[in-house]
């Protein structure tokens, strides 16, 4: 199982920065060009090595993991102080804001040259799979951001072209893309075969059905063109992920701690349902996750929209299941649940995290000691009671998952549902393997019912609760908000924030109206006052920096900003 995780890799090269003219003019690592370079395998591999850390996991540069502040700018986490993006309060940059193209030159680089290198294909090109892997990954996260941008297919000197050209049209790059990780799949080493810790051939795939489900309905819903295409590529890399059987989903048969075994644990590699996981090592770079759980120094709560989203256990919205208890206490409303709501959500009575009275929330005696829980629904996914990890502090070592099984399961049945073509026996195959994981009814297509309170009133009942199911399963890992993007669905980030109902008898010190504010409902509106008027949905799109619009007059900024 080792050649599942990506293993931190010391003799990483330093990466160049800067995008000036007098960055052009360098070579993209500080000891390696082609003169002196790429002679045999062990050379190509080094340089390679530089590119693995694209991938953060937890992060190392930073105390707040990326994966779990992901969630910030989208309608599932609610940060103390409220985040721009979701808030519709973002402005143009400067400069930066994301376009920056020092890893694309530095994989171009590799890719104009590698070839040369006198050894056999078959060894030089698995390293080219990887280069191309990253490079299709950056792509997609660009594409994402700002729609069209410049495809570039070498690495860039001060006389070329293409730094004063206007925009690629992103079907175009799109389609690049797509080429670029086909190749990428067809070089890379299966995963039987692959080196341990290294990018494989089903990391590639994974990636492609990734990139194809968001790039095929992002077409399919902003009305643009051959959406189609890539939700049949999206099926195909997916079916062949299923197919070939090299995973699975953790079920035990203990949904009340079987999900949590994917996020809060300590050691991956055995987990049957990663693809792909960094590890951290003792004495050498760490994370400080699980320290910031347990003390919420993220300042973050899970939002009430998330929380009413998990079905019971009979497998209903909680608008139409009979078992469903009501608001009127966290711990009612957490009562026969979807079992992963309690393993995302902690509250008071169940032991989860040591010392945990009570959700922090503001003016209560808890947030003295804590971060503050702007909505009462307190994160303890990514939670372990490791005592000796919470020491830790930055030095964690509690593995990241990076890529894993669930969310090929559900590319496949949401691109089969928007196809047209998803039937029960997809949906038994996917959905209802993480239901059953969850202790939840498994999902009936016959008997589906339209949920009054959907955030999708014109989407389909079964392509709604497929979404369902990819929001709960993938809550907190940093998805939402682009699926809100592809989905052409900004407009729900501007429906009211709420938290929990308050309840004044678990709260008696905590003032309303001074330390907090609630609805007419007695629901926690965590924005009150430093955003009276609600959150606005700005754009889809990101905007490009003001200092590469004056640069390159060739470039126009992406309309609304």
Not at 537 to 561: C, H, R, S
């Amino acid at each position: 199982m080792r050649n599942y995780y990506l293993i931190i890799l010391l003799s990483a090269v330093a990466l160049m920065s800067g995008c000036s003219k007098d960055f052009l003019n360098k070579y993209p690592t500080t000891a390696i060009n082609e003169n002196n370079f790429w002679k045999d395998e062990g050379e190509l591999k080094e340089y390679a090595n530089s590119q693995y850390t694209f991938i953060t996991g937890h992060s190392v540069s930073t105390n707040l993991s990326p994966i779990i502040t992901g969630d910030d700018q989208s309608d599932n986490m609610v940060p103390l102080t409220f985040n721009v993006v979701a808030a519709g309060e973002y402005i143009v940059p400067s400069t930066g804001g994301g376009w920056d193209w020092t890893f694309i030159r530095s994989c171009n680089y590799f890719l104009v040259r590698y070839g040369k290198t006198p050894i056999a294909d078959a060894v030089k090109n698995k390293y080219g799979g990887e280069i191309r892997f990253f490079k299709a990954w950056d792509y997609f996260n660009k594409v994402k951001r700002f729609g069209d941008v410049p495809w570039l297919s070498k690495d860039l000197t001060t006389n070329s072209p293409e730094l004063f050209a206007p925009r690629d049209s992103r079907l175009v790059v799109m389609d690049s893309v797509l080429a670029t990780i086909d190749t990428a799949i067809a070089q890379l080493p299966s995963k039987a075969t692959a080196e341990p810790g290294r990018i494989n051939k089903d990391m590639a795939l994974l990636l492609k059905a990734r990139i194809c489900l968001h790039e095929g309905t992002f077409r399919k819903y902003h009305g643009l063109s051959g959406g189609d295409v890539f939700l049949k590529q999206a099926v195909a890399a997916s079916n062949q992920l299923i197919t070939d059987g090299h995973y699975s989903i953790v079920n035990t048969g203990h949904p009340e701690k079987d999900y949590a075994s994917v996020f809060n644990s300590m050691d991956l590699s055995g987990n049957k349902e990663i693809i792909l996981y960094k590890d951290y090592k003792t004495g050498a770079q760490g994370n400080a996750t699980l320290w910031n759980v347990q003390l919420n120094n993220f300042n973050d709560g899970l939002s009430k929209s998330l929380v009413d989203a998990y079905l019971c256990l009979d497998g209903k919205p909680i608008s139409q299941s009979n078992t469903f208890l009501g608001h009127d206490s966290i711990q009612a409303e957490m009562k026969n649940r979807d079992f992963r709501l309690s393993q995302t959500v902690t509250y008071p009575g169940t032991g989860v995290q040591t010392g945990f009275s009570g959700p922090a929330i503001p003016g209560s005696t808890f947030s003295n000691a804590i971060g503050i829980v702007p909505t009462g629904y307190q994160l303890t996914k990514f939670w372990i009671n490791d005592q000796a990890e919470f020491l830790r502090i930055q030095n964690g070592i509690m593995n990241s998952p990076v890529f894993r099984y669930a969310e090929v399961l559900l590319i496949n049945a949401e691109a089969n549902a928007e196809l047209g073509q998803c039937t029960q026996l997809v949906i038994d195959n996917t959905i209802n393997l993480l239901r059953a994981r969850a202790g939840v009814q498994k999902m009936v297509i016959a008997s589906l019912q339209k949920d009054t309170d959907s955030g999708f009133p014109d989407v389909p009942v079964l392509l709604d609760e497929i979404r369902r199911e990819r929001r709960v399963e993938l809550a907190i890992e940093g998805f939402r908000y682009d699926d809100l993007m592809r989905w052409k669905a900004g407009g729900l980030l501007e429906k009211p924030v709420l938290g929990m109902k308050f309840v004044q008898s678990q709260y008696p010190r905590v003032v309303v109206g001074k330390d907090l504010y609630v609805n007419s409902e007695g629901f926690i509106l965590p924005y009150a006052v430093s955003l009276p008027k609600g959150r606005k949905f700005k754009n889809y799109l990101f905007p490009l920096p003001l200092d590469e619009l004056q640069l390159n007059t060739n470039l126009v900024q992406n309309p609304g900003w």
